[in-house]
């Protein structure tokens, strides 16, 4: 026997550990790096969104202040209108935002709410003195060819407020930039007042927020693989230790195997030659309980043939009986001979009827039949029907006549005759009153499943399956051999490939027999 593995055996899980142990860190590096980024590129869209919603809050609070200023100087003033429009210019053109000098408020004085060409004038607009008191048009488009004055417009007759980004000329810059603005219309003076942000301010805000957060989490990425290398050294120190135990232990139980591998193969040699013998004797026993299950069919058979032919022997009986009486009495004429002869003949028809049946039913056939459920069921109840009707045990059969099968016809029978057997025997030992064994099929794309229900009270033993093992049986010794159930499991599973259940029911037993359907040769 070959020991260079073993031998070697402490170098393999050492190196084999250290490759996948740093492939491991290397793998959860990586992914963490990427994830890291993943999460920061989520977090910096969360936070532009969410920067560019407090810029929006913002833009609204300053106009909705300015409004309510006006709004304030309205009702504390008695000027007319024409005075407080002129303050409020001047107001809104000395507003000065410290913190982004790029903001300022600006005015639309309105003459058509639809828009349009000259739907206003330009009141107020630090930011483009020369466009103040000029008419302003709703069909004036950006860098962009967006008309952002009609789109605003279009917001307020609807909602009275609009937010719209477009490109402007943004104070001391002659390149146009993109802009921010919240509108929002008053109608006292009949003003749209307006405040915007530039992009590029936020823009600039949101960068400086950015290089913070890459520097923060680049800080964290290379403590953490750091961690991970640490770990990694740790690690490689501690199965090098490990390794070096290994070796002891090896040293230790290396005679023990090469001692037990000299034994193992004794003992597989002796064990191959026991199984061998154990299969042969297993099938030697399988014959033997098939060779029993056929006398226990033809001692079945014989019963019930006896029973069949009990009433016609009765007949014949009384047949013989009348002439032989007419004849005592010198009264038997040519006519009652014949009419006699004539019942007699048709009696013994039917005894040799029914031994045709029995013989073709016990024929055993190799090949698979088709052929109509119903009219197979019919067949075995016609065997058994003496003896059910003797224990006035009512069979119910509610089965389609259209439902076709193709197995072998005889052990599909046989398995039907060895469960209503099973259940007659159970409902004449428990002394069921109202018998009764009902009889009912199932079809569907894949199986035809035959159910049989008894009324005997069910299947008391655990686990259930237990009654489909040989020699296994409930009843007295002389009147059951516990190897019908099983034959009948072995003649669905393995002779038809189909499955044998058995479960308890509110009042008994039900057995199904599932038989599975051949598929198309196309």
Do not use: C
């Given at each position: 026997?070959?020991?260079?593995i073993?031998?070697?055996?402490?170098?393999?899980?050492?190196?084999?550990?250290?490759?996948?142990?740093?492939?491991?860190?290397?793998?959860i590096?990586?992914?963490?790096?990427?994830?890291?980024y993943?999460?920061?590129?989520?977090?910096?869209?969360?936070?532009?969104?969410?920067?560019?919603?407090?810029?929006?809050k913002?833009?609204k609070?300053?106009?909705?202040?300015?409004?309510?200023?006006?709004?304030?100087?309205?009702?504390?003033?008695?000027v007319?209108?024409?005075i407080l429009k002129?303050?409020?210019?001047q107001?809104?053109?000395?507003i000065?935002?410290?913190?982004?000098?790029?903001?300022y408020?600006f005015?639309?004085?309105?003459d058509?709410?639809?828009?349009?060409?000259?739907?206003?004038?330009?009141?107020?607009?630090?930011?483009?003195?020369?466009?103040?008191g000029?008419?302003?048009?709703?069909?004036?488009?950006d860098?962009?060819g967006?008309?952002?004055?009609?789109?605003?417009?279009?917001?307020?007759?609807?909602?009275?407020?609009?937010?719209?980004?477009?490109?402007?000329?943004?104070?001391?810059?002659?390149?146009?930039?993109?802009?921010?603005s919240?509108?929002?219309?008053?109608?006292?003076?009949?003003?749209?007042?307006?405040?915007?942000?530039?992009?590029?301010?936020?823009?600039?805000?949101?960068a400086?927020?950015?290089?913070?957060?890459?520097?923060?989490?680049?800080?964290?990425?290379?403590?953490?693989?750091?961690?991970?290398?640490?770990?990694?050294?740790?690690?490689?120190?501690?199965?090098?230790?490990?390794?070096?135990?290994?070796?002891?232990?090896l040293?230790?139980?290396?005679?023990?195997?090469?001692?037990?591998?000299?034994?193992?193969?004794?003992?597989?040699?002796?064990?191959?030659?026991?199984?061998?013998?154990?299969?042969?004797?297993?099938?030697?026993?399988?014959?033997?309980?098939?060779?029993?299950?056929?006398?226990?069919?033809?001692?079945?058979?014989?019963?019930?043939?006896a029973?069949q032919?009990?009433?016609?022997?009765?007949?014949?009986?009384?047949?013989?009986?009348?002439?032989?009486?007419k004849?005592?009495?010198?009264?038997?004429?040519k006519?009652?001979?014949?009419?006699?002869?004539?019942?007699?003949?048709?009696?013994?028809e039917y005894?040799?009827?029914?031994?045709?049946?029995?013989?073709?039913?016990?024929?055993?056939?190799?090949?698979?039949?088709?052929?109509?459920?119903y009219?197979?069921?019919?067949?075995?109840?016609?065997i058994?029907?003496?003896?059910?009707s003797?224990?006035?045990?009512?069979?119910?059969?509610?089965?389609?006549?259209?439902?076709?099968?193709?197995?072998?016809?005889?052990?599909?029978?046989?398995?039907?005759?060895?469960?209503?057997?099973?259940?007659?025997?159970i409902?004449?030992?428990?002394?069921?009153k109202?018998?009764?064994?009902?009889?009912?099929?199932?079809d569907?794309?894949?199986?035809?499943?035959?159910?049989?229900?008894?009324?005997?009270?069910?299947?008391?033993?655990?686990?259930?399956?237990?009654?489909?093992e040989?020699?296994?049986?409930?009843?007295?010794?002389?009147?059951?051999t516990?190897i019908?159930?099983?034959m009948?499991?072995?003649?669905?599973?393995?002779n038809?490939?189909?499955?044998?259940?058995v479960?308890?029911?509110?009042f008994?037993a039900?057995?199904?027999?599932?038989?599975?359907?051949?598929?198309s040769?196309?």
């Amino acid at each position: 026997m070959n020991y260079s593995i073993e031998n070697n055996l402490s170098k393999i899980i050492i190196s084999t550990s250290i490759i996948i142990m740093s492939a491991m860190i290397f793998a959860i590096s990586y992914f963490y790096v990427q994830n890291t980024y993943d999460d920061f590129e989520h977090d910096m869209d969360k936070f532009v969104k969410d920067y560019y919603d407090e810029e929006k809050k913002g833009l609204k609070k300053e106009v909705n202040t300015v409004i309510d200023i006006l709004n304030y100087n309205i009702a504390k003033s008695n000027v007319n209108d024409e005075i407080l429009k002129h303050d409020a210019i001047q107001l809104l053109n000395n507003i000065n935002f410290e913190t982004n000098k790029s903001n300022y408020f600006f005015v639309y004085e309105i003459d058509n709410m639809e828009g349009g060409d000259d739907f206003a004038k330009m009141v107020v607009n630090p930011n483009r003195p020369d466009l103040v008191g000029t008419k302003i048009s709703t069909n004036y488009e950006d860098a962009d060819g967006k008309k952002f004055r009609d789109e605003f417009m279009s917001n307020i007759r609807e909602n009275g407020e609009s937010y719209s980004i477009y490109s402007y000329k943004k104070p001391d810059i002659t390149s146009l930039q993109y802009k921010l603005s919240y509108f929002k219309y008053f109608d006292r003076f009949n003003w749209v007042i307006a405040l915007g942000v530039y992009t590029d301010d936020i823009e600039s805000k949101i960068a400086l927020k950015k290089v913070a957060l890459e520097n923060k989490i680049k800080k964290q990425i290379n403590q953490n693989i750091v961690l991970f290398l640490m770990f990694l050294t740790v690690a490689i120190v501690v199965l090098f230790t490990i390794s070096y135990k290994i070796d002891d232990i090896l040293k230790k139980y290396e005679e023990k195997v090469r001692k037990y591998a000299n034994d193992l193969e004794t003992l597989n040699a002796n064990l191959e030659k026991e199984i061998k013998t154990q299969i042969k004797e297993s099938r030697e026993k399988e014959q033997i309980l098939i060779q029993k299950s056929k006398f226990i069919a033809l001692g079945e058979m014989i019963s019930n043939i006896a029973h069949q032919w009990r009433q016609p022997l009765s007949e014949l009986s009384s047949i013989f009986m009348f002439i032989k009486f007419k004849y005592d009495l010198d009264a038997l004429d040519k006519k009652t001979i014949q009419i006699k002869s004539n019942e007699a003949t048709k009696v013994l028809e039917y005894m040799s009827q029914t031994i045709d049946d029995f013989r073709n039913f016990f024929l055993p056939k190799k090949d698979k039949e088709e052929f109509y459920l119903y009219k197979a069921i019919n067949s075995v109840i016609s065997i058994v029907a003496s003896g059910l009707s003797n224990s006035n045990i009512v069979v119910e059969i509610d089965i389609k006549k259209d439902i076709l099968l193709k197995t072998f016809l005889n052990e599909y029978q046989q398995v039907i005759l060895n469960i209503l057997k099973n259940a007659q025997d159970i409902l004449i030992e428990k002394d069921i009153k109202n018998p009764i064994i009902k009889i009912y099929a199932k079809d569907n794309d894949h199986n035809t499943i035959l159910f049989i229900e008894d009324n005997g009270g069910g299947i008391l033993v655990e686990p259930k399956n237990k009654i489909f093992e040989p020699y296994f049986t409930t009843k007295d010794k002389s009147n059951g051999t516990g190897i019908g159930l099983y034959m009948s499991k072995i003649i669905v599973e393995k002779n038809m490939k189909g499955k044998l259940k058995v479960d308890n029911i509110s009042f008994g037993a039900r057995f199904a027999i599932y038989i599975p359907k051949e598929k198309s040769k196309s």
